[in-house]
């Protein structure tokens, strides 16, 4: 189903981000690092649909290299989890957000590599250019939400590491893998009105430092 980018889409989404309900960490917070991650909902290039930003990451970035990810980051002293995706999709390509464009959060995913990754979801109302910092992105891809909502678009596999299901996105003849795969299928499972948990869903063990 093709998803209009116009304002029913927004109300609609908006509105089922609002009934989503955030899982919440149960026991002592862990030790890890607050991060934050954007699903940019845009125009999509050729169908008159909504679709959302992915990146491919610098080849030269320290950590995660060359990876498939949603635009985000780490969070800054004192910032919250909308103000860091603001700002983390603005420093990456270029999208300069206010909260008011903010539509809702998902849960909070923990990644083997120490982080907790706050999914934001955001309506895109400026028409400027999209321009990627070559130092942080590679490539800038416009992913249908219609996309994510094929039957297909979603497997799990098993690895000898570990007893938990390792996501995969397909894309394009590729796999995306967690922690970006399970963020996106929740997104998924949001847009369909259903409270899906996915932070038992295992990373591949090349995403696991």
């Given at each position: 189903?093709?998803?209009?980018?116009?304002?029913?889409t927004?109300?609609n989404i908006a509105e089922?981000?609002?009934?989503?309900?955030?899982?919440?960490?149960s026991?002592?917070?862990p030790?890890l690092?607050?991060a934050?991650?954007v699903?940019?909902?845009?125009?999509?290039d050729?169908?008159g649909?909504?679709?959302?930003?992915l990146?491919r990451r610098?080849?030269?970035l320290?950590?995660?290299?060359?990876?498939w990810?949603?635009?985000g980051g780490?969070?800054?002293?004192g910032?919250?989890q909308?103000?860091?995706?603001?700002?983390?999709?603005h420093?990456?390509l270029?999208v300069?957000?206010?909260?008011r464009?903010?539509?809702?959060?998902?849960?909070?995913?923990?990644?083997?590599?120490?982080?907790?990754?706050?999914?934001?979801?955001?309506w895109?109302t400026?028409?400027?250019?999209i321009s990627?910092?070559?130092?942080e992105?590679a490539s800038?891809?416009?992913i249908?939400l219609d996309?994510?909502?094929q039957?297909?678009?979603?497997s799990?596999?098993?690895?000898?590491?570990s007893?938990?299901?390792v996501?995969?996105?397909?894309?394009g003849?590729?796999?995306?893998?967690?922690?970006t795969a399970a963020l996106?299928?929740?997104f998924?499972?949001v847009l369909?009105?259903?409270?899906?948990?996915v932070a038992?869903?295992?990373q591949?063990?090349f995403?696991?430092k």
């Amino acid at each position: 189903m093709v998803r209009p980018f116009d304002d029913t889409t927004r109300r609609n989404i908006a509105e089922l981000c609002a009934a989503f309900t955030r899982a919440q960490l149960s026991g002592p917070a862990p030790a890890l690092k607050r991060a934050a991650v954007v699903f940019a909902l845009t125009a999509a290039d050729a169908d008159g649909g909504t679709a959302f930003l992915l990146t491919r990451r610098a080849a030269g970035l320290r950590a995660h290299s060359s990876q498939w990810a949603l635009p985000g980051g780490r969070c800054d002293q004192g910032e919250s989890q909308a103000e860091a995706a603001l700002r983390e999709l603005h420093e990456e390509l270029g999208v300069k957000l206010g909260e008011r464009d903010v539509l809702g959060m998902l849960d909070d995913y923990p990644t083997r590599s120490g982080y907790l990754i706050t999914p934001v979801v955001v309506w895109v109302t400026t028409d400027a250019a999209i321009s990627p910092n070559p130092d942080e992105v590679a490539s800038v891809h416009r992913i249908g939400l219609d996309e994510i909502e094929q039957p297909n678009a979603f497997s799990f596999t098993t690895i000898p590491e570990s007893s938990r299901r390792v996501i995969r996105f397909h894309h394009g003849g590729q796999f995306i893998h967690a922690p970006t795969a399970a963020l996106i299928y929740q997104f998924r499972e949001v847009l369909a009105g259903r409270d899906t948990r996915v932070a038992e869903l295992e990373q591949p063990v090349f995403a696991w430092k």
